[in-house]
């Protein structure tokens, strides 16, 4: 048991949000005993067994849609060809499945570590987020060697190393350059991202709008973007311009608007 509580870990890491399924219920034949888990990640890999086949086919979906909405939930499978919940199998069992959310909470991701994704996550350490840092420049990243609490992604040019962002993740798109703003935006705008917020004067970001609508981005995703980033208190520095940003999700994440 102690050996998928630590995968979980991992996962959770690299993944952000997984679910566990746990069988707490079972009468009948039944491939699997009460107590047995199986973790299910958001592109469907599992770890562990929970009897395979149909049944667990139905399970990793259920599991993938319980990731997405973040609500748990309590599901019967009976083993028979027909009847109440049956799955078209002929064992004559019944189990019931927990299936729970494991990981999420505030999570904070970072694309650039200059001076702004600096500040700001100097600032968001105080909030107590779960932080991610990305750059493609691998000594940017060396700052934040001495602190195991933040995660650093070493992402290829192309920004393809970026994380995938889960319903609690917080976007800031704060890169050195416009053209890796596009790069890490087309990374990150179809997500389940809770925000995503990308730095930048008010032509440039009509530049780059322009250029993904010429692309085939629809305007419904780019309503999704907020840019320039960060409330208007006329920040100037790293510093202000951090607290602009926080400020705009924290108002976001207390009251959903």
Do not use: W
Request: with cysteine.
């Amino acid at each position: 048991m102690k050996a998928i509580y630590e995968q979980a870990l991992r996962l959770m890491d690299q993944y952000g949000l997984i679910a566990i399924a746990t069988i707490i219920e079972s009468g009948g034949s039944t491939p699997r005993d009460i107590g047995t888990k199986m973790i299910v990640c958001p592109d469907g890999k599992i770890f562990n067994t929970i009897g395979g086949g149909p049944f667990e086919m139905m399970v990793i979906q259920e599991a993938q849609n319980v990731i997405r909405t973040g609500k748990p939930l309590f599901k019967r499978y009976s083993f028979n060809p027909e009847g109440q919940d049956a799955i078209g199998a002929v064992c004559g069992g019944d189990v019931t499945v927990f299936i729970e959310p494991a990981g999420g909470g505030t999570k904070l991701l970072v694309i650039g570590a200059g001076h702004v994704g600096r500040a700001l996550v100097r600032a968001a350490k105080c909030l107590h987020f779960d932080i991610t840092v990305v750059d493609d420049r691998e000594g940017c990243l060396k700052v934040f060697d001495d602190d195991n609490s933040i995660r650093q992604v070493h992402t290829p040019p192309d920004y393809s190393g970026i994380p995938q962002p889960t319903p609690e993740t917080y976007v800031c798109i704060v890169s050195y350059d416009h053209k890796f703003d596009a790069l890490a935006l087309k990374q990150v705008i179809r997500s389940d991202a809770k925000y995503i917020g990308m730095m930048g004067s008010a032509k440039k970001v009509k530049t780059l709008f322009d250029q993904l609508r010429a692309e085939g981005y629809e305007q419904e995703l780019l309503n999704r973007v907020h840019a320039p980033i960060g409330i208007p208190i006329e920040s100037e520095t790293p510093e202000e311009i951090a607290v602009s940003i926080l400020a705009e999700i924290i108002r976001i994440k207390n009251t959903g608007s």
